[in-house]
């Protein structure tokens, strides 16, 4: 039905063009576009309220029906895939999989991108007017979600009428790199479901968004007829279309400073304005005893508190890690990420997929209706399973952390973290495709204050590694997992936390973009006690042979010390919710959904 319908439309288009008769614009060009719907059925969202986990079909078998379709459709003779009425990201990350998988033998003839690409345009639909999708996504965080794929325009369609949609369109196209297009529904719903508004009525309100030079595209939906499109056209005659961002200009300033990820919300990472973005590192089950045994106990409601916590706690992004060797580490990304969708307190974020393993990170990519970070790949195994992968990361739209590791293993001197990071970052951009804001580089931080001699610069040479990263390597990103660096002092919180905030400080300031850290476990670098600052920053340094020692001795006084702040651990803050009182916590179980003590409170 895919190839006989767009068989049909190409033969009309292609008949008026060459059909000179009366009433016929001569030399007028008509692009017939395949339409390709939204399914019925959700990626995102599961349809049983009793298992968020459950999904009807994967992510695979939505792609495999949607390369059915799209190449059915370009087989048929169409000039671009319309990609309509979307409400959830992820089966447009499918569709938008399938169409790379697609061959057309249609020269390109609407982007100027390249030839080989084919035009696509994604329209969504939003439930509102509060512009977020079905899914509860805004349509920045959307558009973010599927900007991996150079579309060539963006929009709205169907959901509410012109005027209604107005703002929307103005937000949209306010960011969009691309083309901006709208085909709303002929006014709102009657009580019928019918669509009252009149041709004249409906290209008035387009007419009121083409003048404002939103719009590049305009169209209608349900409800419209030829009657209504015909005066749409002739109310947009002579106004000029909203000036489009040039490719070069997408590709180049804006997108060098900044690299945007999201969940259902967009987060920003402003390199320009330098501001910092905190990785919530608990949801780990290698890093957090907590969430390894709600895992491993199937108590995933409960993990995703320690989730909502991060992100209550600062974090915009959260790291998943489900590497254990007594877990199926693919079968537990899927599900958790899953259960994430379900929870707009924790979904509202942008995930950092953590994995050693290709199938958990794929698991991981495929269940996100976000742009995620890949955490991490490197070229531990050589050049050609690094772009390999590399590749395989920008197809399904996600940035990638790399860590400096390569053949010889790991970088633990300034000059091997150097080398292997401008190794990865020729790579990447020259080979793998990449662009530069979606590389995030990691040049390890490694356990300081061990006593061993060789460990004694690894902070110093991770700060300049970064400020090194930062000048040398234009629009690369960095990171870091800061919490490894007080290994050594596992079991004094205090202690970790001051070397955990100064540590930061110093890196900030040398161009640290991000890093994976217990949010709820920093303080302000002002507020370190002055002594213990004094130490810390001595083992940063490296300032002399003693300064492990005068840490070790300090921190050993401090867990003496019974009323000092060693004992403010983390445990003891996270147990504050018992003591705010029975109202609040009532009241935050309500509203965000918390189920740590509702039941005993009600009672
Ligand atoms: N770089 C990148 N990814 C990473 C790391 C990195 N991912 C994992 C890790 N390192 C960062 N995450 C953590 C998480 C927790 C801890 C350290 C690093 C941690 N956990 C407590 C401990 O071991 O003492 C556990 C305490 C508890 O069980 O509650 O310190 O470097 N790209």
């Known amino acids: 039905m895919a190839y006989e319908g767009a068989r049909l439309a190409r033969e009309a288009a292609d008949e008026y063009m060459s059909d000179n008769s009366e009433g016929n614009v001569p030399g007028r060009k008509i692009l017939v576009a395949g339409s390709v719907g939204p399914t019925s059925k959700s990626l995102s969202l599961s349809p049983d309220v009793a298992d968020p986990g459950y999904r009807p079909y994967s992510f ?65 639909s939003v439930g509102d007017r509060s512009g977020r999708t079905l899914t509860g996504q ?28 107005a703002p929307l369109v103005e937000e949209i196209s306010q960011w969009c790199g691309c083309a901006v297009s709208c085909y709303p529904n002929a006014g709102l719903p009657n009580e019928m479901g019918g669509y009252d508004q009149s041709p004249e009525e409906m290209a008035e309100a387009v007419k009121a968004m083409a003048v404002k030079g939103l719009l590049n595209i305009a169209g209608g939906c349900c409800g419209t007829t030829p009657d209504h499109i ?28 900044r690299l945007t990820v999201s969940g259902l919300e967009a987060v920003t990472l402003d390199v320009e304005h330098s501001n910092f973005t905190n990785v919530g590192e608990r949801t780990n089950v290698a890093g957090s005893r907590k969430f390894a045994r709600l895992i491993s106990e199937g108590k995933y409601d409960e993990a995703l508190q320690i989730a909502a916590r991060q992100i209550e706690d600062g974090a915009s992004i959260i790291d998943i ?26 979904a509202k974020a942008a995930l950092m997929i953590d994995s050693s393993h290709w199938e958990t990170i794929e698991a991981g990519l495929k269940n996100a209706q976000g742009k995620c ?21 920008k197809a399904l739209g996600a940035a990638v952390v790399i860590m400096a590791f390569d053949e010889e293993g790991q970088a633990t001197t ?30 390890n931080i490694l356990a300081i204050g061990t006593g061993i001699e060789e460990h004694a610069r690894y902070a110093i040479d991770f700060i300049e590694a970064v400020r090194w990263i930062k000048t040398n390597l234009p629009g690369a990103l960095t990171s870091g997992g800061v919490s490894n660096l ?30 994976i850290v217990n949010p709820s476990m920093l303080q302000v670098y002002d507020d370190i006690e002055p002594e213990l600052l004094r130490c810390v920053e001595d083992v940063i340094f490296n300032t002399d042979p003693q300064a492990t ?55």
């Open 60 to 124: 695979d078998q939505m792609r495999d029906a949607y390369r059915e379709q799209i190449q059915a459709l370009l087989d048929g003779g169409v000039d671009l895939i319309l990609i309509e009425t979307c409400f959830d990201a992820l089966n447009v990350k499918a569709a938008l999989s399938a169409i790379q998988e697609c061959k057309t033998i249609r020269r390109n003839e609407v982007s100027e991108i390249s030839n080989e690409v084919i035009p696509v345009i994604i329209s969504v």
């Open 138 to 165: 805004t349509l920045k965080a959307f558009y973010t979600a599927v900007s991996h794929y150079p579309i060539l325009a963006f929009g709205l369609n169907c959901s509410l009428g012109a005027a209604e949609m």
């Open 230 to 257: 015909r005066a749409i056209s002739a109310a947009l005659e002579g106004i000029s279309p909203r000036p489009l961002p040039s490719i070069k200009s997408a590709l180049s300033v804006d997108r060098m400073v």
């Open 321 to 346: 890690n489900m590497d254990d060797a007594m877990l199926d580490s693919t079968r537990e990304m899927e599900r958790f990420v899953r259960y994430i969708s379900n929870d707009p307190s924790v």
């Open 373 to 393: 970070i890949v955490n991490s790949i490197s070229l531990k195994e050589g050049p050609e399973k690094f772009i390999e992968k590399a590749k395989a990361i």
């Open 414 to 443: 300034l000059q091997r973290k150097i080398d292997i990071c401008s190794r990865a970052y020729r790579l990447l951009t020259e080979e793998a495709g990449l662009s530069p804001e979606n590389i995030i580089f990691d040049a």
């Open 486 to 515: 007080s290994f050594s002092f596992r079991g004094n919180n205090a202690v970790r936390e001051a070397m955990h905030s100064a540590f930061l400080y110093h890196a900030i300031k040398a161009g640290l973009d991000m890093a």
């Open 549 to 603: 020692e005068r840490l070790i001795d300090k921190a050993a006084r401090m867990l003496e010390d019974k009323d000092t702040s060693a004992k403010d651990t983390v445990e003891t803050r996270q147990s504050a919710s018992v003591e705010r009182s029975l109202d609040e916590r009532l009241r935050t179980a309500l509203v965000k959904g918390k189920s740590e003590t509702w039941a005993e409170d009600v009672h």
